[in-house]
């Protein structure tokens, strides 16, 4: 059984992911906590809470974490993810969330499961990085800390440097680097996480529960290639479980300068630096088994 907690920001990707781990046995989601990302962290909330509130899944806790990035001004992507950050008809939420914030919820689980806890960090990094800087043992605690953010070695998709996520807060993604020994899932593997088109409609023909996963795959058409639509935070959640991923070990740094590269990932692909690798970086990913991992634990929650 892997444990697990999602550091998410939903955002459909992330609502494809959370509903991806809900619907395996093999994995016990532990909490939930939420960042200001895709849409305001009181937005992300309210969407883990209705999301568990449609899969009938309300015992998993949801900690409400950070509002804004550590130095930089929160941009949000509702133009992508649709208003208030998710589309969808999902229910109102009959729960609220935990006391607790997200970033003591972190440490909280890291302790109490230990080597048996996976951290999948999906969104802007400000809830993890947060956590490390309360908890600089964090690492060492858990069994494993991804992060989805970044483009080590190909063009990004925010600006032509940056990835979304790592565009939003550089100072907590280079905080994660620096101190959390992570597995980089950036864009050089999530792009091409993808699925075919034609499954927006089986999903929206379905009928409840399933119908909902339909609007979340249904992307705007300039961030859709082609006939294959590329679903970036559940590659995270299908390797945790199947290891569809491709890691090499780079040393890397983020750019925080404020500059053209602002956000950019620095990775010493050809090891020209006199420094030890500090990260795994996500450079390959199986498409056919993570369509097929993905589809078929998604079609279970019928």
């Known amino acids: 059984m892997e444990n697990v907690l999602l550091d998410v920001d939903p955002g459909c990707d992330d609502a494809v992911l959370l509903a991806f781990m809900l619907a395996r046995d093999d994995v ?23 999301i568990l509130e449609h899969f009938d899944r309300t015992e998993i806790p949801v900690a409400r974490g950070c509002h804004r990035p550590i130095v930089d001004e929160l941009e949000l992507a509702e133009w992508v993810h649709g208003e208030d950050g998710l589309r969808g008809d999902l229910p109102e939420p009959e729960t609220e969330p935990i006391e607790t914030h997200a970033t003591e919820f972190i440490i909280e689980q890291a302790h109490a499961y230990g080597e048996e806890l996976t951290i999948a960090s999906v969104g802007p990094q400000t809830n993890l990085a947060t956590a490390l800087i309360l908890e600089p043992d964090l690492p060492d605690l858990v069994g494993e800390i991804y992060q989805m953010g970044g483009a080590a070695m190909t063009s990004g998709n925010t600006t032509p440097m ?22 980089m899932v950036g864009l050089d593997a999530t792009n091409d996480a993808s699925v075919p088109a034609s499954t927006i409609t089986e999903f929206q023909n379905a009928g409840a529960p399933l119908e909902v996963i339909g609007s979340w795959l249904d992307y705007p058409s300039e961030i859709v290639s082609g006939d294959l639509i590329s679903i970036h935070d559940a590659a995270v959640g299908v390797d945790i479980v199947e290891d569809v991923l ?57």
């Open 246 to 302: 491709t890691f090499e070990e780079y040393y890397a740094e983020i750019d925080t300068s404020g500059g053209p590269s602002h956000g950019a990932v620095i990775c010493d692909e050809h090891r020209v630096l006199d420094e030890p690798a500090n990260i795994e970086v996500a450079v390959e990913i199986d498409t056919e088994r993570f369509c097929e991992i993905l589809l078929d634990a998604l079609w279970s929650l019928e």
């Open 162 to 183: 940056a990835e979304f996520n790592f565009y939003n807060d550089p100072a907590a993604a280079s905080r994660v680097i620096q101190d959390g020994a992570p597995r």
């Open 28 to 50: 016990d989601v532990v909490g939930v906590t939420t960042v200001a990302g895709n849409t305001t962290v009181d937005n992300t909330t309210k969407n883990a809470l209705s």
